[in-house]
């Protein structure tokens, strides 16, 4: 026993340390049997004092200050982007998490009588008017004839005699096609056709169940972190999202709680890992008492940005312990963009000149991990070389980190603080810090730190519920990776929990739109050493598959235009169709949207230019080195075509930009080098 519990207080010392001592020894007895007696000491209540349930001590049971430790299970451990799946191939568990939400399950209706025969107020009408009768006795016609329109107009209109010859040939005819299997073939076919119906009903109720759970479930699901290892050895961290089991859940949030719960992440050795929450009281707990915790992260610490977290927990909030009010964050976030309408920012560039780039004995040297501009560089007097030393020009699709190994006459397509523009957190406080709130950049909060005032925003806009949608991001991911569109506000407060830190935007509901689909346009942007911009003139165009509607917000293919890195197929248009096809669909010159577009992307990268770290590209030293940048900007356009600036990416891959112009490469490096050549193919602004 002893060393067992030694071995368990060395794997598990670094979780052990939120436990208080005491209680590690009666922890490892109960992990070693996975013994779950937190119900001899606790109960559930439904309606006291919360509407839905809480957790109580049991009348007669008390609970003392470190007195017991209890173990909680796990009802549901997941991922954000399977649970829908998850849920819709596990009928039980979306029953028990029903259940544990308090999620009122509407019950699956079977197919009526009345739907089968497709009970239909246009056929009723058609038999009356035909028949000339009452639509009751119309109706009753079409019920006697299975709703056979032609069949219960004839029952209707016909003399007595004719209608019995043709009863007698009509049962004549049936048992003919009795006896020919034709009428059991039929039989088979309508049952066929009622059970398809019955399935497509049966999946629908399915998925709005699994849908109202899906909501739910962000005022139930905590998360933990985990390392493991990858193929190439190194470790990475990962995090599960999980929902605690019916006691677990049941605790509600106070600021003076009673109990603690953390995570703990048992390890059985060769047997593996098993998941628990561990539960103790950190007071005296009296019979019947209710039993709380606190729901609120320690990284916030602003009242008001604790008050805007609760309410993703508002049916889990013990009466009285909501802090600020509603109106106290829609006050913040009132203020907070009148500061920000208020900007008149003036850019003023500040970076060095540029040097001149030329070689003694004719040549520049390009160092390159890029494999676009290795494939498609082939300037004569321009040579690749494999000695990074040796370069005039090194181009690195990988972030680079040894500035100080630069040397004087080197050039480097990178600025070292060009994360001001490619990370969406910082891109943000750049522009909310310059420009404030233009009109080329939709309203925008960091979840990290400006949770209070995206809340308040979003509770000013609570009454338009179909149009209060916002779309999060991670700060510095691309390709669409974790991107998801919403209106529930839980889920969107929750995100402040994400391992991956985010931006909520609020969503471009009424965007251009070519041919009904959603567009965005990929501009490449060579920005040189002096801060001069230049737009590439050509420019590629992503659309989505499918027609534009808000009906159905996590169909990829109508809200997104990114899927060169997803299963789905992708259109090729190219940018002089796109243009003669708008300007015929919109009745449009492109020729001003575009200079709108050129004023946007100028915009952005000025203040970029004209601000010191840690908001904009200049550096407090001097460099021997010289930088350029090339991005991808990433623009929409709204239905009164304004361009919408979406974001600024690192290192664009090119190679899609290389097939369509094949002198891609050597013009961005002519243009680095201030020669016409290159500056023929952009716009510089």
Not at 127 to 155: C, D, G, P, T
Not at 268 to 288: E, L, N, Q
Not at 370 to 386: A, G, I, M, Q, W
Not at 625 to 645: A, C, H, K, T, W
Request: charged residues 25%; aromatic residues 10%; hydrophobic residues 35%.
């Amino acid at each position: 026993m002893s060393s067992a519990f030694e071995a368990f207080v060395t794997v598990h010392q670094y979780q052990l340390a939120a436990i208080p001592e005491d209680l590690w020894l009666p922890l490892f007895m109960k992990l070693g049997e996975d013994y779950l007696d937190a119900g001899n000491y606790v109960e559930l209540h439904y309606g006291d004092p919360l509407e839905g349930y809480s957790l109580h001590v049991k009348g007669d049971q008390s609970l003392s200050k470190h007195g017991e430790i209890f173990l909680v299970d796990h009802a549901w451990t997941t991922q954000p982007d399977s649970a829908h799946k998850e849920l819709e191939n596990n009928p039980n568990l979306l029953e028990r998490l029903e259940n544990l939400m308090d999620i009122e399950k509407e019950e699956f209706q079977e197919e009526s009588d009345e739907e089968e025969l497709e009970h239909d107020a246009e056929a009723i009408d058609t038999v009356a008017k035909q028949a000339n009768v009452s639509h009751e006795v119309a109706r009753q016609a079409l019920e006697a004839e299975k709703y056979e329109v032609v069949n219960a107009i004839m029952r209707l209109t016909i003399d007595e005699d004719f209608k019995r010859e043709s009863e007698r040939l009509q049962d004549q005819v049936l048992g003919q096609l009795i006896a020919s299997g034709k009428a059991q073939e039929k039989e088979e076919k309508e049952n066929k056709e009622k059970e398809e119906r019955r399935k497509k009903r049966h999946a629908e109720w399915v998925k709005n169940r699994v849908d109202n759970v899906c909501d739910k479930m962000w005022s139930y699901l905590q998360t933990y972190s985990y390392s493991i290892l990858k193929q190439d050895g190194q470790p990475e961290t990962q995090t599960a999202w999980y929902v605690n089991d019916e006691v677990g859940s049941a605790l509600c949030h106070s600021v003076d709680p009673n109990v603690i719960c953390v995570p703990f992440i048992f390890s059985r050795g060769a047997s593996g890992m098993i998941p628990y929450t561990v539960m103790f009281p950190i007071k005296d707990i009296a019979a019947g008492e209710i039993m709380t915790c606190d729901l609120i992260p320690k990284t916030l610490e602003r009242p008001l940005d604790k008050a805007a977290y609760l309410l993703a927990y508002e049916n889990r909030i013990l009466p009285g312990q909501e802090g600020a009010s509603k109106d106290d964050i829609k006050a913040l976030a009132k203020e907070f963009r009148d500061k920000l309408a208020k900007k008149n920012y003036q850019p003023s560039i500040s970076l060095p000149a540029k040097g001149t780039y030329q070689r003694k004995d004719g040549q520049l040297y390009v160092y390159s991990t890029t494999e676009f501009v290795r494939n498609n560089l082939s300037l004569p007097n321009v040579k690749l070389t494999d000695t990074r030393e040796k370069a005039d020009i090194i181009w690195s699709s990988q972030d680079f980190l040894d500035w100080d190994s630069l040397k004087a006459g080197q050039m480097i397509n990178q600025f070292r603080y060009e994360n001001c523009l490619t990370q969406k957190q910082k891109f943000t406080e750049l522009v909310q810090k310059t420009y404030g709130s233009p009109a080329w950049m939709p309203d925008t909060y960091n979840m990290s730190n400006q949770l209070a005032e995206f809340t308040g925003d979003y509770l000013d806009n609570d009454e338009s519920h179909e149009t209060n949608l916002w779309v999060t991001k991670p700060w510095n991911f691309a390709r669409g990776l974790e991107i998801s569109v919403g209106r529930y506000l839980p889920k969107i407060i929750r995100q402040h929990d994400s391992p991956t830190p985010k931006i909520a935007q609020r969503y471009l509901i009424k965007p251009c739109l070519y041919n009904n689909k959603k567009f965005d346009l990929r501009y490449i942007v060579l920005v040189t050493s002096d801060g001069t911009v230049n737009v590439y003139k050509m420019f590629w165009i992503r659309l989505a598959n499918k027609k534009y509607n808000l009906d159905n917000l996590d169909d990829y293919e109508a809200q997104f235009t990114v899927m060169n890195y997803s299963n789905f197929p992708m259109t090729q248009l190219d940018h002089k169709s796109f243009i003669h096809n708008m300007e015929k669909q919109h009745s449009i010159d492109w020729c001003k949207v575009q200079s709108d577009i050129n004023a946007a992307i100028k915009d952005v990268f000025m203040a970029a230019a004209s601000e010191k770290q840690p908001l904009g590209l200049i550096g407090s030293e001097n460099t021997p080195y010289e930088s350029f940048g090339m991005y991808g900007v990433d623009v929409m356009l709204d239905n009164n075509y304004q361009p919408i600036i979406l974001e600024v990416n690192f290192s664009p891959d090119c190679t899609r930009a290389c097939q369509y112009d094949p002198q891609f490469v050597n013009n961005l490096l002519l243009a680095t080098l201030d020669d016409k050549k290159g500056l023929e193919a952009f716009n510089v602004l």
